[in-house]
């Protein structure tokens, strides 16, 4: 059975940093793609950020470009995402899926075996 799990989240100031762990289970993650997504309160789920298979391509929303970084340590089956100087405006629930066919880095119908999410507030 896979399983996606993301945890590492929290309430943090504005200005704060947290990491994020994507643990897997069930596959062979140096097959897949594996990206962040992230929803608010209201909204629609957004790409976050993607990662390669192997790990030489990422990619990042407009908005957390410079702030995040997206990392994986296949021996360990973990993808990670790094963030750093956030804001209120990161608030969200943070999932992380599996990418299974071949399409634009943000499209949420190209993924599968969504985690449950983990919660990050950035508040004072």
């Known amino acids: 059975q896979v399983q996606l799990v993301a945890s590492g989240g929290g309430l943090v100031q504005p200005g704060g940093s947290l990491r994020l762990s994507c643990s897997t289970s069930?596959?062979?993650?140096?097959?897949?793609?594996i990206a962040w997504f992230r929803q608010a309160p209201g909204k629609e789920r957004e790409g976050v950020s993607y990662?390669?298979?192997?790990?030489?391509?990422?990619n990042y929303a407009d908005s957390v470009k410079g702030r995040f970084t997206i990392s994986r340590d296949n021996a360990k089956n973990t993808v990670y995402l790094e963030m750093s100087s956030l804001k209120s405006e990161d608030t969200a629930v943070y999932s992380c899926?599996?990418?299974?066919?071949?399409?634009?880095?943000?499209?949420?119908?190209?993924?599968?075996?969504w985690g449950q999410g983990t919660q990050v507030t950035v508040s004072l």
């Open positions: 899926a599996a990418q299974i066919r071949s399409a634009l880095w943000w499209q949420r119908n190209s993924y599968a075996y």
């Open positions: 069930g596959l062979r993650l140096d097959n897949y793609a």
């Open positions: 990662i390669s298979s192997l790990g030489p391509i990422t």
